[in-house]
Nanobody, 114 residues
Framework: QVQLVESGGDLVHPGGSLRLSCAASGSRFSMYTMGWYRRAPGKQRELVVTITSGGSTNYANSVKGRFTISRDNAKNTVYLQMNSLKPEDTAVYYC????????WGQGTQVTVSS
């Protein structure tokens, strides 16, 4: 069973940048389309970006042009580069497959505030 560990969250000012990482265990990681999800306070978890095993990406309109997803299958890791962060990006960020078939990790907190 693939296990997921997210890291890289922090408190940043509006306009700042962060890079999140998601390390996956297991040998089947490269087969999955992977996604970054987020749960903002008082809201349901939402899918914001996906990347296929071949590297094709799809972004929610709310993050398009600001966030970039990438993956390194040799390292079993998915990344999320977040630029031009806004207060509304504040959330706990999770990675999982799309659809979410894997056990959820603990997530990593991103707080955007002045």
């Amino acid at each position: 069973q693939v296990q997921l560990v997210e890291s890289g969250g922090d408190l940043v000012h509006p306009g700042g940048s962060l890079r999140l990482s998601c390390a996956a265990s297991g040998s089947r990681f490269s087969m999955y389309t992977m996604g970054w999800y987020r749960r903002a306070p008082g809201k349901q978890r939402e899918l914001v970006v996906t990347i296929t095993s071949g590297g094709s990406t799809n972004y929610a309109n709310s993050v398009k042009g600001r966030f970039t997803i990438s993956r390194d299958n040799a390292k079993n890791t998915v990344y999320l580069q977040m630029n031009s962060l806004k207060p509304e990006d504040t959330a706990v960020y999770y990675c999982n497959s799309d659809p979410p078939l894997l056990y959820w990790g603990q997530g990593t907190q991103v707080t955007v505030s002045s």
